[in-house]
């Protein structure tokens, strides 16, 4: 009797999941009609249509520009981090034909699940295309520790938790990846008695030795390593996180005649626009995906991401009512050189993907954050009644930006399938995978079907409080 009251919870919860798959699946399709036929087909074609090229058009002079600068910053990236001059010129030329960015993943160890079918995911596209080159944004204003024992400070081996830095709980709980100035290495501790293994002291003697100013440094560099020795030498693979977008931003304004400077900076109303835009957003039935966290900047300072608000011209703490920075372009340079400014998500997509009109692929939430980013900048615009060349270019962008990142949902261990594989065994996986159906490969969908927000913007759906014929979702 007890054996059927278990197979029947069971049943009961594959139930559950399912229905809660297919409502997420129509909540998607609701507001993105072009995914529907992809659903019964390969995930390799939806991959395939993802990583293809924007539609070609007349683009204006901002966009070039902002592309221009962000292609600059793409081959000093590829430059610092060891890859020849030839192969920084061929990553900017197919990133220049393709314009496709995956932003999804945060800053993780190729080998964190979420990272690494994420990736396996972009190859399936970009091969798809006969690409040989790779460029991903790893967000890095994020904390060591996400939820417990969950992150970039730990890792899973064997199916043992492991803290990546050794660092004691006091020195992870609230600090991010940005944390610095300190030292930082793999120390890889396994919290339980007895769990060292083999695979420890092969992942130990893989990561570097040496001791870094940043988590994220430490990060970036194993990843650098890592990368040919789990994916071979098919793609030339660069990794830019928010200090190289720091750096973007920073040569915007370092330019009095960017667009972003002017606008920004020296517009009296273009950057209250934004923030009024968010605040109507918040109190409207869109609320809940894009609030207001911080003022354009985030504060570093002890090792803590801190936000900000513009009162007055000046950028304040709301914690202190301190003055941390004026709002100025030699007051926030100075700051983002030294990393105690760091831009937030919406000046990161301003200047990585909606100025210069490049396709961004996200996670759960950048599906619909994205869109609603998009519609306050050109809100902002159009009550300022300047750019309209920008805001027709930004009206009829090719799929602005999409479903990318944890498309393919799979159990096996990334980690063994590297430690136990074989030459070719990673191509083998890439074309297995994108073999299978989309509504296979996207697995049990868990980061939506646990996530509230999507119960509640379901239920938002089906009751007509929002609808894609809203204002709103006009630039999705």
Request: glycine letters at 8%; hydrophobic letters at 40%.
């Amino acid at each position: 009797m007890r054996r059927k009251k278990k197979v029947h919870r069971e049943v009961e919860e594959l139930t559950a999941g399912a229905d809660a798959k297919q409502a997420v699946l129509g909540s998607l399709t609701a507001l993105y009609p072009w995914m529907s036929p992809y659903h019964s087909r390969p995930i390799r074609d939806y991959a395939f249509r993802l990583f293809e090229a924007p539609a070609s058009r007349s683009v204006p002079e901002i966009r070039f520009r902002a592309f221009t600068k962000l292609l600059d910053i793409i081959r000093k990236a590829a430059t610092r981090n060891g890859l020849s001059t030839d192969a920084a010129s061929e990553i900017c030329r197919d990133f220049e034909r393709r314009r496709v960015l995956q932003t999804g993943p945060h800053l993780l160890l190729l080998m964190e699940p979420e990272a690494f079918y994420t990736h396996i995911f972009s190859l399936l596209g970009l091969s798809a295309h006969g690409c040989s080159t790779y460029v991903s944004y790893a967000v890095s204003t994020v904390n060591l520790v996400e939820k417990a024992r969950k992150g970039p400070g730990w890792l899973t081996v064997d199916g043992k938790p492991i803290n990546v830095f050794g660092l004691s709980r006091s020195r992870m709980i609230g600090y991010s990846l940005l944390a610095g100035p300190e030292s930082y290495r793999f120390e890889l501790l396994p919290t339980e008695p007895n769990t060292e293994g083999e695979t420890l002291t092969l992942l130990r003697s893989l990561l570097p030795k040496t001791q870094f100013e940043r988590p994220a440094h430490a990060i970036k560099a194993a990843n650098l390593i890592l990368w040919p020795k789990m994916f071979g030498g098919r793609f030339a693979f660069l990794q830019i996180d928010d200090e190289d977008i720091a750096d973007l931003v920073a040569d915007h304004l370092s330019d009095a005649d960017s667009w972003l400077r002017m606008r920004l900076l020296d517009d009296p109303t273009f950057a209250s626009n934004i923030l009024a835009g968010l605040d109507a957003l918040a109190s409207g039935p869109w609320s809940g995906w894009l609030p207001r966290g911080t003022d354009f900047f985030w504060l570093y300072e002890n090792g803590k991401r801190l936000p900000l608000r513009l009162v007055a011209g000046e950028l304040i703490s709301p914690a202190t009512g301190m003055k941390v920075a004026c709002f100025t372009a030699s007051d926030i340079l100075e700051r983002l050189a030294n990393r105690s400014l760091i831009p937030n998500l919406l000046l990161t997509f301003l200047a990585l993907s909606i100025l210069p009109g490049v396709r961004a692929l996200g996670g759960s939430y950048q599906p619909i954050y994205y869109p609603l980013m998009r519609y306050v900048v050109c809100q902002a615009l159009e009550a300022a009644g300047v750019d309209e060349d920008l805001r027709q270019a930004l009206a009829t962008d090719d799929v602005s930006g999409a479903w990318g990142h944890r498309v393919i949902e799979y159990d096996d261990d990334p980690l063994e399938l590297f430690l136990n594989g074989t030459n070719g065994a990673m191509s083998d996986l890439i074309d297995r995978l994108g073999d299978i159906s989309f509504a296979e490969a996207c697995g049990a969908m868990k980061g939506f079907v646990t996530d509230p927000s999507w119960h509640e913007l379901h239920s938002r759906l089906r009751n007509g409080l929002v609808t894609p014929a809203d204002e709103e979702w006009a630039l999705s």
